[in-house]
Nanobody, 127 residues
Framework: QVRLEESGGGSVQAPGSLTLSCIDRAHASSTYCMGWFRQAPGKEREFVANIDNSGQRTDYGDSVEGRFTISRDNNRGIVYLQMNGLKPEDTATYYC????????????????????WGQGTQVTVSS
């Protein structure tokens, strides 16, 4: 069973950079779509990015397009989120998630499709 663990969060000043990592301790998610979501206090969970099982197809939320990059290393069971040009509005808890449904080649932006979730890592951006 997939066991996701995020790391790499922290506090930075805008327009800094951070790279989040999500490791699947069970190495069971190489055929799954993987996604990053975030949730700020008092707000709904927001789609950030996803990546198909080959790592070739990615999708991004409008608010992060052009600043964030998602990638994956299936040999190591790790998904990355490179975040550049961080803004105070990027402050949130970031969650990694795995979607075991479907073929893994077409990924959803809806959080309800993602069955496995990590515990989250906090990102705080100051102005």
């Amino acid at each position: 069973q997939v066991r996701l663990e995020e790391s790499g969060g922290g506090s930075v000043q805008a327009p800094g950079s951070l790279t989040l990592s999500c490791i699947d301790r069970a190495h069971a998610s190489s055929t799954y779509c993987m996604g990053w979501f975030r949730q700020a206090p008092g707000k709904e969970r927001e789609f950030v990015a996803n990546i198909d099982n080959s790592g070739q197809r990615t999708d991004y939320g409008d608010s992060v397009e052009g600043r964030f990059t998602i990638s994956r290393d299936n040999n190591r069971g790790i998904v990355y989120l490179q975040m550049n040009g961080l803004k105070p509005e990027d402050t949130a808890t970031y969650y990694c998630a795995a979607d075991p449904s479907g073929s893994g080649a077409v990924c959803s932006i809806g959080s309800r499709w993602y069955t496995y979730w990590g515990q989250g890592t906090q990102v705080t951006v100051s102005s």
